[in-house]
């Protein structure tokens, strides 16, 4: 199985700030990466696909990089709402894995 | 526009099975652009995926649960369920179905559903 690592895995930010959380792969998955956003009670919700695509309605200030098996997001400029737990997902094949998330706390 | 809603027991006994059911609305469960699956989240922890079925009814399985776990749909009443055996506390949690694409992006969720193991 490929394993997912996150780091970090909170981090304390305040409104207007830049965050960026690390997601490692065990193996390389080329960009077979996506990112999920989770806010408490809810379902996640996919922002990011093939690594670095946005999904459509996805503020731009959120941004995905990386390749093979180091990954970012990085949310430019913190608003209110980005306060949530953050979630890697490689795509390569099953057994599907996840990272262990980030939660994204108001400092 | 695709939406899917879970439906089963909300308390399950230690040793008994697991059965839970996805409606799914807006998308037939045998469509070829649409896979079906299950995911879930203990309280307070990370997603673990479960299990897909694709629409030609073929199933992938978590290697950790496989042996306690079936998916299978209903293409007459549009779902596709879930049945895990043998359950113990650790199985408790969140549980969604998910409808990934066809390069495994979950975009679509149902909005999950707590299912306790206790006597």
């Known amino acids: 199985d490929i394993q997912m690592t996150q780091s970090p895995s909170s981090v304390s930010a305040s409104v207007g700030d830049r965050v960026t959380i690390t997601c490692r792969a065990s193996?390389?998955?080329?960009?077979?990466l996506a990112w999920y956003q989770q806010r408490p009670g809810k379902a996640p919700k996919l922002l990011i696909t093939a690594a670095s695509t946005l999904q459509s309605g996805v503020p731009s200030r959120f941004s995905g990089g990386g390749s093979g098996t180091e990954f970012t997001l990085t949310i430019s400029s913190l608003q209110p709402e980005d306060f949530a737990t953050y979630y890697c997902?490689?795509?390569?094949?099953?057994?599907?894995?996840f990272g262990g998330g980030t939660k994204v706390e108001i400092k | 526009q695709l939406q899917l809603q879970e439906s089963g027991p909300g308390l399950v006994k230690p040793s008994e099975t697991l059965s839970l059911t996805c409606t799914v609305s807006g998308a037939s469960v045998s469509n070829s652009h649409y896979f079906w699956g299950w995911i879930r989240q203990p309280p307070g922890k990370g997603l673990e995926w479960i299990a897909t079925?694709?629409?030609?009814?073929?199933?992938y399985y978590n290697p950790s649960l496989k042996s306690r776990v079936t998916i299978s749909r209903d293409t007459s009443k549009n779902q596709f369920s879930l049945k895990l055996t043998s359950v113990t506390v650790a199985d408790t949690a969140v549980y969604y179905c998910a409808s990934p694409d066809a390069s495994l992006w979950i975009d679509y969720w149902g909005q999950g559903t707590l299912v306790t193991v206790s006597s």
């Open positions: 079925i694709y629409y030609s009814g073929s199933t």
């Open positions: 193996q390389g998955i080329a960009n077979w």
């Open positions: 997902q490689q795509a390569k094949g099953f057994p599907q894995t």
